[in-house]
């Protein structure tokens, strides 16, 4: 597609249920990066994906976190047993290639955990 | 460790004036620079960047900075102001060898008419 698309844009789960946030990158990128922005916390990185190389989870909050990428496209995020303080907004950004620092973001998934 | 600050929350400037959103930063290395805009309810969209090069960088919809590597700066800075320019922007540095972004708290700019 012409951008990076998310979804869902927003999503409301009660405390305690397991939610899939879905990334479809940019077609040709080899590159994937998943943020998270919390309210006054700013835009914090969570895991990055490159080809087929082992990811880097190295911002992964918590081992309710994970998140995959199938095919070297689509990518989901799951957050398990959420919690009130997951609610954020969940961006994705892929790149051509991470020489390019062309970095193009999604619009986000808005999550409200109550 | 990388990261950048952006010592001011929020920015106030009056339509047609300067503009100046600052943005420091804390590298080993060459630093590799970003700045970008969002909007309400939207996803960052890239305004600049500096990688190596003249230290006055120039970006989208008329908005440049300034590269300063004896005051770890990379300003943002726009001559005249326009109300369709208040957004959040945010400062980021690259951190490490994947290419993941270290961003700073954000800076909101208020332009009012």
């Known amino acids: 597609g012409a951008g990076v698309s998310q979804s869902p844009s927003n999503k409301v789960t009660e405390k305690g249920k397991d939610v899939e946030l879905r990334c479809d990158p940019i077609?040709?990128?080899?590159?994937l990066y998943w943020y998270r922005q919390s309210l006054g916390q700013g835009l914090e990185f969570l895991i990055y994906?490159?080809?087929?190389?082992?990811?880097?989870k190295s911002g992964l909050p918590s081992d309710r976190f994970s998140a995959e990428r199938t095919g070297g496209s689509v990518s989901t995020l799951t957050i398990q047993r959420t919690q009130q303080e997951d609610s954020a907004v969940y961006l994705c950004?892929?790149?051509?290639?991470?020489?390019?620092?062309?970095?193009?973001f999604g619009s986000g998934t808005r999550l409200t955990v109550v | 460790a990388q990261s950048v600050a952006q010592p001011e929350d929020q920015v106030n400037v009056a339509e047609g004036n300067p503009l100046t959103v600052k943005c420091t930063y804390s590298?080993?290395?060459?630093?590799?620079l970003f700045w970008y805009v969002q909007y309400p309810n939207r996803g960052l969209q890239f305004l600049l960047k500096?990688?190596?090069?003249?230290?006055l960088v120039k970006g989208s919809y008329g908005f440049e900075a300034e590269f300063n590597k004896s005051q770890t700066s990379f300003h943002l800075k726009k001559p005249s102001a326009l109300v369709s320019d208040s957004a959040l922007y945010f400062c980021?540095?690259?951190?490490?060898?994947?290419?993941?972004?270290?961003f700073g708290q954000g800076t909101t700019l208020q332009v009012k008419p």
């Open positions: 950004a892929s790149t051509v290639r991470v020489a390019n620092y062309g970095y193009t």
């Open positions: 077609s040709g990128h080899t590159a």
């Open positions: 994906f490159q080809g087929n190389s082992a990811p880097d």
């Open positions: 590298v080993s290395g060459n630093p590799y």
């Open positions: 500096y990688i190596t090069g003249d230290n």
């Open positions: 980021a540095v690259r951190g490490g060898n994947t290419g993941k972004l270290i």
